[in-house]
Structures are given as structure tokens and as C-alpha cells.
């Protein structure tokens, strides 16, 4: 698909974020080190409802863009939300899980991004 395409769904996927208030808001480009995608894009809600809310407009919106998610995983227990599309993986953790799991340390090798510059 291209790496163009991939920053494409990563700017839907974080506005989709932002428009449901998700906390500190990380994209870490691992095209240089894994195979799994081109970016991991980390993100926080306050409780079980806000998780699933994220969750909901990220697959939405993604969706409405022609790129529906090939998995969903952690949607009911919402303290880990994975939405997996393929080029982009969507983490969305309540606070404990992602301290506890601390995928940004976990995947130091790759390229943290500033939002600000998608």
C-alpha cells in the first residue's frame, strides 16, 4: 500500500483520537524494524467507556475511509483496545496498562513521531 498511504490512516485515526479526548497521543514509525506495520499509534482513556468510545470512532472513521480494521482485539474488558489495520496498529490502554505494558519503551528502536508533524 505505501508509506503515504499509512500516514494518511494515522492522521484519520488521530483526529478520530482527539475528537473523543484520548490522553497523550504517541505515533512510533516501526517500518524500520518490524514487519507487523508501518506505525503504532498509542493512546489513553480514562475508563471503560472512553476506551470504547475511542475504539468506536477510530474503526468508524477508518472504516468510512475505505480501510476497515482486520481485528479488534481487548474490546470488552477495554483496559487494552488493539485495532489492527493492517499498515497501522491502534493501541488504546486505560493509565495502569500502559504503564504496566509500556510499548514505547518496548519499542524504543522505532521512530517516535510528534503528532504535530504528520
Same mark, same amino acid.
Not at 499509512?6 to 485515526?13: Q, V
Not at 496498562?97 to 518496548?106: A, G, K, T
Given at each position: 500500500?505505501?508509506?503515504?498511504?499509512? %500516514?494518511?490512516?494515522?492522521? %484519520?485515526?488521530?483526529?478520530? =483520537?482527539? *475528537?473523543?479526548?484520548?490522553? /497523550?497521543?504517541? @505515533?512510533? /514509525?516501526?517500518?524500520?524494524? !518490524?514487519?507487523? #506495520? /508501518? +506505525?503504532? %499509534?498509542?493512546?489513553?482513556? !480514562? $475508563?471503560? !467507556?472512553? %476506551?470504547?468510545?475511542? !475504539? *468506536? $470512532? @477510530?474503526?468508524?472513521? =477508518? &472504516?468510512? #475511509? &475505505?480501510?476497515? #480494521?482486520?481485528?479488534?482485539? &481487548? +474490546? *470488552?474488558?477495554?483496559?487494552?483496545?488493539?485495532?489492527?489495520?493492517?499498515?497501522?496498529?491502534?493501541?488504546?490502554?486505560?493509565?495502569? $496498562?500502559?504503564? =504496566? +505494558? *509500556?510499548?514505547?519503551?518496548?519499542?524504543?528502536?522505532?521512530?517516535?513521531?510528534?503528532?504535530?508533524?504528520?
Amino acid at each position: 500500500m505505501g508509506k503515504n498511504n499509512s %500516514i494518511e490512516m494515522t492522521k %484519520i485515526a488521530i483526529a478520530a =483520537l482527539e *475528537d473523543k479526548k484520548a490522553e /497523550d497521543i504517541r @505515533v512510533i /514509525d516501526i517500518s524500520e524494524v !518490524s514487519v507487523l #506495520a /508501518d +506505525y503504532f %499509534i498509542i493512546a489513553g482513556g !480514562s $475508563n471503560r !467507556s472512553q %476506551i470504547q468510545a475511542l !475504539s *468506536d $470512532n @477510530v474503526e468508524e472513521k =477508518l &472504516g468510512r #475511509a &475505505g480501510m476497515p #480494521a482486520k481485528q479488534i482485539e &481487548g +474490546y *470488552d474488558t477495554a483496559n487494552w483496545i488493539l485495532l489492527d489495520f493492517g499498515d497501522i496498529i491502534v493501541h488504546i490502554f486505560d493509565k495502569e $496498562n500502559r504503564l =504496566l +505494558y *509500556d510499548l514505547e519503551r518496548i519499542w524504543r528502536d522505532g521512530k517516535q513521531i510528534p503528532v504535530e508533524e504528520l
